[in-house]
């Protein structure tokens, strides 16, 4: 059984440009759920995506995209990147939207200069 | 809106024993995790509590008391590995298991 996978691991951008992070799912997970923190903070909520459809919103504004394909892998866009977005990027999956259990990826380090 | 708050840094010795503490005000609650989070890594599941009272496994404890919105992770025999970041997080009932996360509070076991 694989773990959940996240590419890059780290990644350079400038100000202005748009970025792509991929997460692989956990086998048998249909839920997948995007954290983003900051250095020495608690990851904060982005979004969830629970059979290809997105099941809940934080407080992220439009430019947070995302996506989740029918093998239940995803991706977090980022549009017009600002020098705050600079934190890592963790994807989780679960079971279930409603299993407690989240698998955490070991993230991407997005750096916004 | 829901409020976490932990300690941000502790301080303990190998073998020592260290309680880090979490208080949340939500509406809705459905139950609260603790997370390790090694520097540059996933945070890992530790446990989780939605009945109010103490749940043990092996060398790591937590307790919930859901009418004083608070809960502790208890640490014992504490190893040099477990220096770390531990996150309090909390799950409402309207959310499903979509989680608001605490800070971390940064643990450093010296020798």
């Known amino acids: 059984e694989t773990g959940v996978t996240q590419s890059p691991t780290h990644l350079i951008k400038t100000r202005g440009q748009q970025v792509t992070l991929r997460c692989s799912s956990q086998s048998g997970h249909n839920t997948v759920s995007w954290y983003q923190q900051a250095l020495g903070q608690g990851p904060q909520f982005i979004f969830q995506y629970y059979r290809e459809e997105e099941n809940g919103r934080g407080n992220f504004p439009p430019r947070f995209s995302g996506l989740q394909f029918p093998n239940y892998s995803s991706e977090l866009n980022v549009n017009a990147l600002e020098l705050d977005d600079s934190a890592l990027y963790l994807c989780a999956s679960s079971l279930s939207a409603t299993n407690e259990k989240l698998f955490f990826g070991s993230g991407t380090q997005l750096s916004v200069l | 809106g829901q409020n976490i708050d932990q300690p941000t840094e502790m301080t303990a010795t190998e073998g020592a024993i260290v309680q880090i503490n979490c208080t949340y005000q939500?509406?809705?609650?459905?139950?609260l995790f603790w997370y390790q989070q090694h520097a540059g890594e996933a945070p890992t599941f530790l446990s989780y509590?939605?009945?109010?009272g103490l749940e043990e496994k092996g060398r790591f404890s937590s307790f919930l008391s859901r009418s004083k919105g608070y809960s502790y992770l208890l640490l014992k025999e504490l190893q040099m590995k477990d220096s770390a970041s531990y996150l309090c997080?909390?799950?409402?009932?309207?959310?499903?298991?979509?989680?608001?996360f605490g800070g971390g509070t940064r643990v450093l076991v010296k020798p």
């Open positions: 509590n939605v009945l109010d």
């Open positions: 997080a909390v799950s409402i009932k309207a959310a499903g298991n979509k989680l608001t």
């Open positions: 939500t509406s809705g609650f459905n139950g």
